[in-house]
Structures are given as C-alpha cells and as structure tokens.
C-alpha cells in the first residue's frame, strides 16, 4: 500500500459539485472515487445526467469509480415492503455500477435490533444478500458488506458470521474500524479485527472518532475527530494491513467537520447539508493519513 495510490475518497465528503471534487482529486493525486451523494442528490436519486457526467469526467482525468455506495438494506428485517424497495434500488445501482465501470457495490444488513447476533437473523441476512448476488450474477460486480453500528452487522465478528456462507470471490466485507466506537458496549477496534476479516476484506473505510464521556440520551456514543486523532489506531491498523498483504483502496469518509454534523444526517448522509465544509475537513483528514502512511 501506497500514499496516494491506495486511496480513494467518498464523493460527498468533499462537496457535491463534481468540478470541486475533481479539483480536489487532482491536487492530492488521487485516482479512486466511491461515489455516494451528488448534485444534492442522495445515490438512489441521482440522475441518468449525473452519472453521465461522472463516467465522463472519470476517462479525462483519469481516475476510476472504485465503489458505489448504496443505500441498500439500511431498512427492517421484518419490512417485507421496504425490502422489495431496495431490491429495486440494487437493480438501478447495477445499472449505475456498469456505467460507471464499477465493480463493487456497498450494501447493508438491516436495522440493528435486540439479540443482534441471533443465528435465525443472521441466516435470514445472508439469504437476502444472496438474493442480491442472484440479481447481480453475470455482472461480475461484487458487493461489498459494510458494517454499521445501526445495522445487525456492526462488529468484526458479526460481519464474518452474515458472510461465512457466501461466495468469497463475488462478496465480501467493506470495513470501517471506526463505526465500532459508535456500538454501545462493543471492544474498541482493533488490528486483531482485520484479522479475522483478512479473507473477506474488499475495501476499507477511513475515518475516526472519540466515545463519548457521557454523551445526551438522543446522542451517538461517539463524535468524530480527524483521522489520526481519535481511538482508531490507524498506525496500527495500516501496519497490520501492510503484514496481511491488502490491496485493496482505503476511502475516506471523513465525518468530521469543525461545524458538527447533524446525526441524522450520518445515519443517511448525502446532500449539501452533510456536504458543508467537507473540503476543509477532508483536506485535514488526508494530510494526517498522508504521515500515518509515512509512519506506519
């Protein structure tokens, strides 16, 4: 793994005006984008112009879609209704994916409940997510399963249960060390976690954050902080990387801002509002990545 080479950045946490992104690619060197929101459009809405624009702007600069980032199964277990939904937002994303010549889509394993590690639950998961590698056979786009702190999958072992019975080759994890902060009683991340995924690991996601000492009851249990100064040990993480042999991207998603980011919007982040002082943030961000990698 190299600095720039291994990194890409998640579109909405720079802007959402594709020449400012593309400003910002070019001056730190970067050739990878995952795509979330643009335009002011969350993934699910955007438009056939929109990610025209981008399949365009991609061939002359010459960086590559690395993922997309959809929405899919951010929703109940139990909602029979909203479930056939995403299925149809998974058939455009393919769509989407192909034009853009993608081959990773970022998906989900439902809302967290209680006894989120209940074996009947996790069957039912990896069912419905192969489901999805059903729709996308053929396509030889893979899906990338990120954990989540509001979702069933949120830790290390967790993800590796839902994904033990799937195709390594066509789905595998899409990892970020720092959502376990946001997991109420959960061990804080740890290197040994890229372990036990090493198998599985397709993509990685870079941010970070501090729990909180005694956050409001209508609070997340953690805050974001820039990369390297909060309780992920990316050092750490990027040398275990390095003796694991990934080569895989690394995306930055920043999730901090010197304004806070509303929570709501992290739970479903997309549009201008979560966009507002990306730039500023993620330039911090990837400077600080930039010496973890010279470190590390």
Not at 27 to 37: D, N, P, W
Not at 258 to 274: S, V, Y
Not at 277 to 293: D, I, K, V, Y
Request: proline share 5%; with cysteine.
């Amino acid at each position: 793994m190299k600095f720039p080479q291994s990194i890409s950045v998640i579109s909405d946490e720079v802007a959402q005006e594709l020449s400012v992104i593309t400003a910002f690619l070019r001056e730190f060197k970067i050739t990878g984008l995952e795509l979330r929101s643009l335009n002011g459009r969350a993934f699910k809405d955007l438009m056939p112009a929109d990610v025209a624009s981008i399949a365009t702007t991609a061939q002359a600069e010459g960086w590559r879609v690395v993922g997309c980032a959809t929405p899919v199964f951010k929703c109940d277990l139990e909602d029979a209704t909203a479930i056939a939904a995403h299925r149809e937002i998974f058939k455009r994303s393919l769509e989407i994916a192909h034009t853009l010549n993608c081959n990773v889509l970022r998906v989900f394993t439902f809302l967290r409940t209680p006894n989120p590690t209940a074996p009947d639950k996790q069957r039912r998961v990896s069912e419905h997510l192969k489901g999805l590698l059903d729709l996308a056979s053929g396509t030889g786009i893979r899906l990338g399963v990120e954990n989540e702190h509001s979702c069933l999958a949120a830790t290390a072992a967790e993800t590796a249960a839902i994904l033990a019975p799937l195709p390594t080759d066509r789905i595998g994890a899409i990892w970020d060390p720092c959502n376990v902060l946001y997991v109420p009683g959960a061990a804080a991340p740890s290197p040994a976690d890229l372990r036990l995924l090493a198998s599985r690991l397709l993509h990685l996601h870079v941010k970070d954050a501090r729990r909180l000492a005694a956050p409001k009851p209508t609070e997340l249990i953690a805050a974001g902080t820039p990369v390297g100064l909060g309780q992920v040990d990316w050092r750490a993480h990027l040398e275990t990387l390095r003796a694991i042999g990934y080569d895989g991207y690394l995306s930055l998603e920043t999730h901090w801002r010197l304004d806070k980011i509303d929570d709501a919007l992290l739970h479903l982040p997309a549009g201008h509002a979560f966009s507002h002082g990306g730039e500023t943030a993620s330039r911090t961000c990837l400077h600080n990545l930039q010496s973890l990698f010279v470190t590390a």
